[in-house]
Every structure is written in structure tokens, then in C-alpha cells.
């Protein structure tokens, strides 16, 4: 057994933990599988049950067993006990069992630190103003906890002071670690990625439905700033993937040959922006037709697609300039063509037949788009969110029977007539519109915008932009969606005309998440050097930065030291009298305790030097009496005449 046990924990103080651990929980429960989140909270009610009858903890038999069954949901789940979200998984299941076998101090002070290693586990999964607030919040009530694990007298609106008072002055300190940390292009660390990890965004496929499901979500894909007048709505175009290949029902994306440069020449006037893309985990970067060359850490691809160099796992920030009005592929090569014309035999007949019908009355190319267009037209198509399900002629059965679906149902349907017709087509996928913040005059553009319409070759033209969507439902392009759906169709509740007061609501708050988003998570290596050069530093590299941080850091630290150093209380004329005459008499070896009182003193140090009792007791008797009397007309009078019997006392 150790030779200073530590004391037992409390009920209060298990309460203190309990709640804290509750707080850190909280937001690791939308990313937990239910069977999980389900045990971490019977765990914590264990606790509470525990701590309120104040029982015993289990057997560690018992704790034992309860983390082998966490470990076997996290298994099945996952299939694997490593990577971002088992382990975070785990990690939840770990500081409820940490708790119930809490006995002492010294394990309620483990559960904290655990408490605190969940904290970075959070900005794992998002990294906003809400999770940094919440942060914010779970980092008070741990230090309030560990104020009222050592003192347990403490109240609660005590341990709350203290822990603000602790926590704000460790602000200037974090604020200069954010500013003067060396920033490095790229993370800290590496982890694996999980093989259940989801993206959110545009697919390199295409089939009915998907894009339709897709814009249910009002998540923002992502942010543009544009150097000057944004284009009209009915030019924002975002192209993604472009899809060629066709198999009788989904459409897929084909390889494509990646370049440094554009395979174009830009020509025509220029929009100049800076893009903020959210996170997609896919290759693509969004931009408008057709971007042009020194996009950083860019490629491009022949199908007229802008690609990163690796996929996009975190948000990220680029410039770069489109020309809507470049010619592009007026010199395109045969097998592109080629593909861009194949159909899978005896797919959709209708649809293939008047595609030749289209082709033997028109030996215009250009006349037969035109065609098909007033065809589409003509047979009424609804643009709807909520489409039938079509079978296995899909483009058959949405332009001669059901006629209803939404924009993949109208740019496949078309690219499908097209080829039939022999013009080479094929589907684009991206995003259409945008929504302008009034609050920042960012435009912002959601995963609802998602879009797909038609890419058309002509001899001398090249590729041409084609939206039979537009064609038939105009209102979507110049409007929006909510304008083009049929009246009466339930709509995502962002996209309702009667949501305006929701809409400035969202305005405002998504402008404070914009700039969050590019001073914080987006302060990156090439802002601080930005940063430096406006302070007069233009070539501080990493030991620069260093030293600053160092010194300044060091100075704070400094500061703290003095100002919480203890201090005594300056000492009054009556009491230096005091203090000198104890002096003398602990040159005899008689040292006055802390705890002593005058006049018990005075006793000890008459029994010790009788010889001098007379005067040790007037002394101490005197002190004690303008001490501790009241205070008399001859106040000075009576300090007088003590200070002259110290100066006598000569033990």
C-alpha cells in the first residue's frame, strides 16, 4: 500500500465527474453507431446510480467483460478497430468504464485528462464555431471538476470562477501559439483512413435519382468571391465530372489524360474569383467554364475538368480565372468522339429511333439539336423532385411516358437522343446558380444546386454547353428550383418562399462561419507569412517565428509568475515592534510558531529564560493590549513606550 493513499473520492465530486463526462459525450453521439452510443449512456447512468446509493464499483471482472462487448460492436460496425472513427468509438466507451471504476482522487484526476484527449477528438469530426464554443465549454467544466476534486468544500459557483479565472489567463498564451506557431503545408499527423468514411457531394456516376436525392440537403458545397461583378445566374455553371460512358442505364465517368496546362486557349472576357471547397473526398475541383492555366496544384483534364492532385479531404482555398467564351475542342480526336457517340445495343428504342428520324430530316447537325429541343418542348416534360422510377428504358420512359423527373432525367434523356441522331454528347455534372450572402456578398453554393445537363460537339464549333432542363423549365435556371417544381410539391425547408426570416437567419449565421472559416481554420503557412510581412517581418521563417514565440510567451509566463506569487501583508508600526522583539528571543533558540498566539508565546519564553519573565510578559502584554484592545486617546503614547522595552530587551 502506498505511503500517502489517495483520499477517497466524494459524492459531490463523482457528481462533478459524471456531469463532465456527460458534457464531453454529448457531441460524439451523432457520430456513434446507436448500439454504442447506447452503452456509453447506460454506462453513465451505472455511474450516477453508483455514486447517488454510494455503492461500491464493479468488479473489474465485470469492467472487463462490458469492454470486450464495446469492443465487439465497434467490429461489427467498423470492421476494424483502428482509424478515425473506431477509435473515437472506443475512446467514448472507454471514459464511462474509467469512471465506474473510479475510487479515489487520483482516478477522478485520470477521467479528466481522458475528458481532455476526447476534447481534440472532437475537432476530428468538424472543426466549427459551434464545436469550438462547445469545446470551450466541456475545457471549463473539466478545470471546475478538477478544482472541486481538491477541494471538496468547494461549491459550485466557486469552482466556476476559478476555472474562468484559470482559463482566461491561458487566452493571451493560446492566442499567441495560434498566431506563432510555425505553420507547415499539410497536417501534424497522418491516420488511416476508415473504410467506412463518407463523402458527401457529387458522384463520377450518374443514375435516375441520384442528384435528386442529393439536393434534399442544404449543405454548402462550396463558397466564391468574385473580383468584381459576379455573372448572371443563368451562367453559373460549376462544372464536375463529365460522363461519357453509358451502359444502358448509368452513366460513368471515362479516363481522361491529365495536363499541367489546359489543352485550350483562353480567349474572351474573364471572371476572377477565389473558391472555398468543402470537403468531397473525391479528385475534382469546381470551378466555371473553362479555367485557365496557374491554378495551384492543379490538372487538367481533356474532358474539360479542373482536378486536384489528391483527393479532397479538408477544406480548401484557390484562385483562378474562367473565359465562358474559349472554344474548346475544335480539334477533338476520333476515339473521343467515338465514345461520345456509343450506345449500348437495343437500350431504349424509342428514344433511338427518333434520334434517326431526327438525323434522316435534318443534315444539319446544329438543326438537329434544335429539334430535339423543340420536341422536348413540345411533349410538356415537369421537372419534379419526386419522379417515378423508371425501368429498364429509362430515357423511353420519361419522354414518352411518365414525363416527369428532374435534371438527370432531362440531360440523360437528351445526350441518349443525341447520339442516336449521330452528335457526339455526353452528360456534365456540377452545380447551377449560387446564392449571394447579402451580409458578406459571398456567393454561396449548395449541395441543393447540384445539376446536370448536356456537352454537344459541332465541326468548327467544338464542345457547346446545352441544358434541356432549361429548355423545358426555364424558371429553374433564372429562378431557382423552388420556382420550377409543379405547385403544391413539398420542398427542402431552406428552398420554401416562406422561410425568409430562416433564410436571414442562415445569411447572417453562414457569414460568421465564412469568416471563421478563412481567419481560423483557414489560417494557414502562406497567411502567416502574410502576417509577419504587415509587421514589419518579411523573411521570418520557422526559427524566427520560434524565438518570437519563446519571448513573448515567456514574458506572459512571467507576468503570471509575479502577479500570483504570494505576498504578505505590510507590516504596521505595531507589528515590526512585535517582529523585533521575537527576533531576539529566536537568537536564544525560542522561534514563535505560526499558530502561536502573544501571550501563549510569552509564557513558553518566560518558562525558558525566567530571568527575563518580567519583561517577556509586559512586552507581550502590551503588544496584545493595542492589538487587540480598543483604541484609547494614547494610542501613541503606549507604541512609544513598547518600542522603548524592545530596544531595552536584551535577553
Request: charged letters at 20%; one cysteine or more.
Amino acid at each position: 500500500m502506498p505511503a500517502n493513499p489517495s483520499p477517497p473520492l466524494s459524492r459531490q465530486a463523482s457528481y462533478f465527474l459524471l456531469a463532465t463526462a456527460a458534457l464531453g459525450l454529448a457531441p460524439f453521439l451523432p457520430y456513434l453507431p446507436w448500439s454504442m452510443g447506447l452503452l456509453a449512456g447506460l454506462l453513465l447512468l451505472w455511474r450516477g446510480v453508483l455514486s447517488y446509493r454510494e455503492s461500491a464499483p464493479p468488479s473489474r471482472f465485470a469492467l472487463l467483460l462490458v469492454a470486450a462487448l464495446g469492443a465487439i460492436l465497434t467490429l461489427r460496425e467498423y470492421h476494424i478497430l483502428f482509424g478515425k472513427q473506431p477509435g473515437l468509438t472506443l475512446l467514448a466507451m472507454l471514459l464511462p468504464l474509467k469512471l465506474l471504476e473510479a475510487r479515489t482522487r487520483r482516478d477522478g484526476r485520470m477521467a479528466l485528462l481522458l475528458c481532455c484527449f476526447m476534447l481534440s477528438g472532437q475537432f476530428l469530426n468538424a472543426q466549427g464555431m459551434g464545436v469550438a464554443a462547445f469545446v470551450l465549454l466541456c475545457a471549463t467544466a473539466i478545470v471546475a471538476s478538477s478544482a472541486k476534486l481538491e477541494q471538496p468544500a468547494l461549491a459550485l459557483r466557486p469552482a466556476l470562477q476559478t476555472a474562468l479565472r484559470l482559463l482566461g489567463g491561458a487566452v493571451p498564451l493560446m492566442l499567441l501559439l495560434f498566431v506563432l506557431f510555425p505553420r507547415i503545408n499539410g497536417p501534424l499527423w497522418g491516420m488511416p483512413l476508415d473504410a467506412t468514411a463518407g463523402s458527401t457531394g457529387l458522384s463520377d456516376r450518374m443514375q435516375p435519382g441520384s442528384i435528386s436525392e442529393l439536393i434534399q440537403s442544404g449543405e454548402i458545397a462550396f463558397r466564391v468571391e468574385f473580383d468584381g461583378t459576379p455573372p448572371a445566374p443563368a451562367q453559373r455553371y460549376w462544372r464536375g465530372p463529365v460522363l461519357t460512358d453509358f451502359d444502358g442505364r448509368e452513366w460513368k465517368v471515362r479516363d481522361s489524360t491529365m495536363r499541367r496546362e489546359p489543352n485550350y486557349t483562353e480567349e474572351g472576357p474573364a471572371y476572377r474569383y477565389s473558391m472555398t471547397l468543402e470537403a468531397h473526398n473525391r479528385g475534382w475541383l469546381l470551378a466555371l467554364d473553362y479555367p485557365g492555366a496557374g491554378v495551384d496544384n492543379a490538372l487538367y483534364g481533356d474532358d474539360l475538368t479542373l482536378l486536384s492532385r489528391r483527393a479532397v479531404r479538408s477544406r480548401i482555398r484557390y484562385s483562378l480565372s474562367s473565359y465562358p467564351a474559349t472554344p474548346v475542342g475544335l480539334d477533338e480526336r476520333q476515339y473521343v468522339l467515338g465514345a461520345a457517340l456509343r450506345l449500348p445495343a437495343a437500350s431504349n428504342p424509342r428514344t433511338t429511333a427518333l434520334g434517326a428520324a431526327l438525323q434522316a430530316s435534318h443534315g444539319d447537325p446544329a438543326a438537329r439539336i434544335d429539334a430535339a429541343i423543340a420536341f422536348m418542348r413540345s411533349a410538356r416534360l415537369a421537372y419534379t423532385l419526386n419522379p417515378p422510377l423508371l425501368g429498364q428504358h429509362g430515357a423511353d420512359e420519361f419522354l414518352f411516358d411518365s414525363k416527369r423527373g428532374f435534371c438527370e432525367h432531362f440531360a440523360g434523356s437528351f445526350v441518349v437522343l443525341m447520339r442516336a441522331a449521330g452528335v457526339p454528347a455526353r452528360v456534365v455534372t456540377g452545380y447551377q446558380g449560387g446564392d449571394l450572402n447579402p451580409i458578406d456578398g459571398t456567393l454561396i453554393v449548395r449541395q441543393s444546386d447540384a445539376h446536370a445537363w448536356a456537352e454537344v460537339w459541332l465541326a468548327g464549333r467544338g464542345w457547346l454547353r446545352v441544358d434541356p432542363t432549361a429548355a423545358s423549365a426555364p424558371r429553374r435556371i433564372d429562378d431557382g428550383i423552388a420556382s420550377a417544381l409543379p405547385q403544391g410539391e413539398e420542398m427542402p425547408l431552406m428552398l420554401r418562399e416562406n422561410a425568409e426570416w430562416l433564410r436571414n437567419l442562415r445569411y447572417r449565421f453562414e457569414a460568421l462561419n465564412n469568416g471563421w472559416n478563412q481567419w481560423v481554420l483557414g489560417y494557414n503557412a502562406q497567411r502567416q507569412i502574410e502576417l509577419m510581412r504587415s509587421l514589419g517581418l518579411p523573411d521570418a521563417d520557422w526559427r524566427q517565428l520560434a524565438g518570437l514565440l519563446g519571448a513573448f510567451a515567456g514574458a506572459w509566463l512571467l507576468w503570471l509568475m509575479i502577479r500570483l506569487w504570494p505576498r504578505h501583508a505590510r507590516r504596521d508600526a505595531l507589528d515590526r515592534c512585535w517582529q523585533q522583539a521575537c527576533r531576539k528571543l529566536t537568537r536564544r533558540g525560542l522561534r514563535r510558531q505560526l499558530w502561536e498566539a502573544p501571550t501563549s508565546f510569552a509564557q513558553r519564553a518566560a518558562q525558558a529564560l525566567p530571568q527575563h519573565a518580567e519583561e517577556i510578559s509586559a512586552i507581550a502584554e502590551r503588544y496584545a493590549a493595542l492589538r487587540y484592545g480598543p483604541l484609547t486617546a494614547n494610542h501613541q503614547q503606549e507604541l512609544a513606550a513598547l518600542k522603548a522595552a524592545v530596544q531595552q530587551f536584551k535577553p
